[in-house]
């Protein structure tokens, strides 16, 4: 079992910035790689961005640029630096950890989720 607690949310105003923190304890080897993913009411979750082990990061379109997805190996803790919020980033930030598949490791882990709030 992996355990993911987010921390960092909070109300903003637009132009703003947040650092979102995800703590992962448990079992940290079964994880190839960590990301964040957001929902805001009455939408689906989506990915914001994700890292590898290996320091590989992937951001979806509406935050390149703005957002810088970061690990600390040794404190097992993922960091989300976002600049330049606009309203619509409004949304609960969940941490999620993906297992290794290839070495037969099958359950991804959800953190419960960090509130976001960016006013006009």
Partial sequence: QV?????????VQAGGSLRLSCAASGSIFSIIAMG??????????????VITG?????YADFVKGRCTIS??????????QM??????DTA????????????????THWG?????TVSS
Wanted: proline share 5%; charged share 20%.
């Fill in 92 to 107: 609960v930030y969940y941490c999620n950890a993906e297992p290794n598949r290839i070495a037969g490791w099958s359950k």
């Fill in 71 to 80: 690990r600390d190996n040794a404190k097992n803790t993922v960091y989300l």
């Fill in 83 to 88: 600049n330049s919020l606009k309203p619509e």
């Fill in 36 to 49: 964040w993913y957001r929902q805001a009411p009455g939408k689906q979750r989506e990915l914001v961005a």
């Fill in 3 to 11: 355990q993911l607690v987010e921390s960092g949310g909070g109300l």
């Fill in 112 to 116: 419960r989720g960090t509130q976001v």
């Fill in 54 to 58: 290996s320091g590989t990061t992937n």
